[in-house]
């Protein structure tokens, strides 16, 4: 099916690292997204990855890659509570065009 | 600025009346999407276009209607034939950047139906 899946819920405390985790269906797909969504907002693009890579860093994100297992996770280091946002993985479809796939959303609470 | 705008931010429709949506982008994409979001659901596809004067349906588009005319602009009609149309709906643009093709968001307008 299409169905790309995350947890609904995930709750740390401020200075925690929090680790999001998506599995995903297409083992063809070229990238690899995740987005934040603030309360009443639109998306906003955090980070990607390539598929022929494992890992990805940027800043206080890591982003990890399972081709095998078609599982990808976001790790945010020391969280802040302006991290708490909804997070959803994307993964891209080649049908012609770049067609996105979204999973379910993960809502990240961080509590002082 | 260069970005997506979307509007109104909230609107409300009576059952049986079709309402029209704004979504404009000067960021000169070439694609432009229509997403419908709902509590507990990830982003579902309605319409998207390509180019100018061309648009396919998504995978939940009975009950939408969308044109493109201008580059810059891409409404959709909720028509009353859709029957559950309160939602969070956002729109997104991209043009192909060599290797990605990164989706850039408008700020999203909430529909509810009385």
């Known amino acids: 099916g299409e169905d790309v899946e995350q947890s609904l819920f995930l709750s740390v405390r401020e200075g925690d690292s929090s680790v999001i985790n998506c599995t995903y269906t297409d083992s063809s797909s070229t990238y690899l997204y995740w987005y934040k969504q603030e309360p009443g907002a639109g998306l906003q693009l955090l980070t990607y990855?390539?598929?022929?890579?494992d890992m990805k860093q940027d800043q206080r994100l890591t982003v990890l890659l399972n081709k095998k297992d078609k599982h990808l996770s976001l790790r945010i280091a020391d969280t802040q509570t302006g991290d708490s946002a909804i997070y959803f993985c994307a993964e891209s479809k080649n049908t012609g065009f770049q067609k996105l796939v979204f999973g379910t959303g993960t809502r990240l609470l961080v509590s002082p | 600025d260069g970005g997506i705008t979307q509007s109104p931010k909230y609107l409300f429709r009576k059952e049986g009346q079709n309402v029209t949506l704004s979504c404009e982008q000067n960021l000169n994409h070439d694609a432009m999407y229509w997403y419908r979001q709902d509590p507990g659901q990830g982003l579902r596809l309605i319409y998207y276009?390509?180019?100018?004067?061309?648009?396919q349906k998504g995978d939940i588009a009975e009950g939408y209607s969308v044109s493109r005319e201008k580059k810059e602009s891409f409404p959709l009609t909720v028509t009353s034939a859709q029957k559950n149309p309160t939602a969070f709906y956002l729109c997104?643009?991209?043009?192909?950047?060599?290797?990605?093709?990164?989706?850039?968001f408008g700020p999203g307008t909430r529909l509810t139906v009385l």
């Open positions: 997104a643009s991209s043009s192909p950047s060599g290797r990605r093709d990164e989706q850039f």
């Open positions: 276009s390509q180019i100018v004067n061309d648009f």
């Open positions: 990855i390539f598929s022929n890579m």
